[in-house]
């Protein structure tokens, strides 16, 4: 048996900024998290279990071309600080897991393409696409008043 849990507590700050047509988004976050693990083999009476708490501080900037035909490329830029605590696991000695710590800094770029186009009053359909240097491609269909929000994929290839 196994098990685990991660408590992320997050504030952050997002901006928007629009001038003659081009727009800029921004985010600036913090997150504490905890982070719980658990294994064990009932019928041997051995089990462990860990705990530890991290830091996660990130800033990412988009910015959209003008709109043409409801078409608006986009390039933006992230950088990210994961940090976490080592440990070792308490219990059963001879099924106990040592983790070393992490601190880790990671920039990206992205790139792509958001579609914005008015279907009926008030409802439009909005689409994005894109890809970053991390082989991370996304893509969604929104729509303005964020009451459906599907993305489609996230993969790491």
Request: proline share 3%.
């Amino acid at each position: 048996n196994s098990g685990g849990s991660l408590d992320k507590q997050h504030i952050g700050l997002y901006t928007l900024y629009v001038n003659n047509d081009w727009i800029v988004k921004s985010d600036l976050g913090y997150a504490y998290n905890t982070f719980k693990n658990s294994h064990s083999i009932p019928e041997l009476g051995m089990g462990n279990n860990g705990n530890t708490n991290g830091n996660d501080v990130w800033l990412s900037s988009r910015v959209y071309t003008p709109e043409w035909k409801g078409f608006r490329p986009y390039a933006g830029a992230r950088v990210e600080n994961n940090q976490r605590g080592g440990l070792t696991e308490g219990g059963t000695q001879l099924t106990s897991m040592t983790y070393n710590g992490v601190n880790q800094t990671k920039t990206s770029a992205e790139a792509g393409l958001r579609y914005d186009h008015e279907l009926f009053d008030k409802i439009n359909l909005i689409a994005e696409a894109g890809t970053t240097t991390t082989n991370i491609s996304t893509a969604k269909v929104d729509n303005p008043l964020n009451k459906l929000s599907l993305p489609i994929m996230r993969v790491k290839i």
